[in-house]
């Protein structure tokens, strides 16, 4: 059973930055493929980012190429979404999640899930 904790979030002007964490315990994390979705208000889960267990093969959402990069420590356990260049339509609550092996754009082939972190980026 693998446990997710995400932090990192908060207010953020438009064009600043944050950097999301997701802290891993209770696997093999290294084993795991992880991935990063978003949720805003009234609207689907939707893929952001994932990165496959050895960080191998990374996928990004075509909506945040280029401005969010996700990133693993496999050491401490922790996978990271550096968030450059926000935009408003960028609020959201973010989520980290877990599968064996292979990452995924598809969040229902997601076995474990965190709580979420809210971004919020004001224009």
């Known amino acids: 059973q693998v446990q997710l904790a995400e932090s990192g979030g908060g207010l953020v002007q438009v064009g600043g930055s944050l950097r999301l964490s997701c802290a891993a315990s209770g696997g093999t994390f290294s084993s795991y493929g992880m991935g990063w979705f978003r949720q805003a208000p009234g609207k689907e889960r939707e893929f952001v980012a994932s990165m496959s267990w050895i960080g191998a093969s990374t996928d990004y959402a075509d909506s945040v190429k280029g401005r969010f990069t996700i990133s693993r420590d496999n050491y401490r356990n922790i996978v990271y979404l550096q968030m450059n260049s926000l935009k408003p339509e960028d609020t959201a609550v973010y989520y980290c999640?877990?599968?064996?092996?292979?990452?995924?754009?598809?969040?229902?082939?997601?076995?474990?899930w965190g709580q979420g972190t809210q971004v919020t980026v004001s224009s």
């Open positions: 999640a877990a599968r064996k092996r292979t990452s995924s754009k598809n969040l229902y082939e997601y076995d474990y």
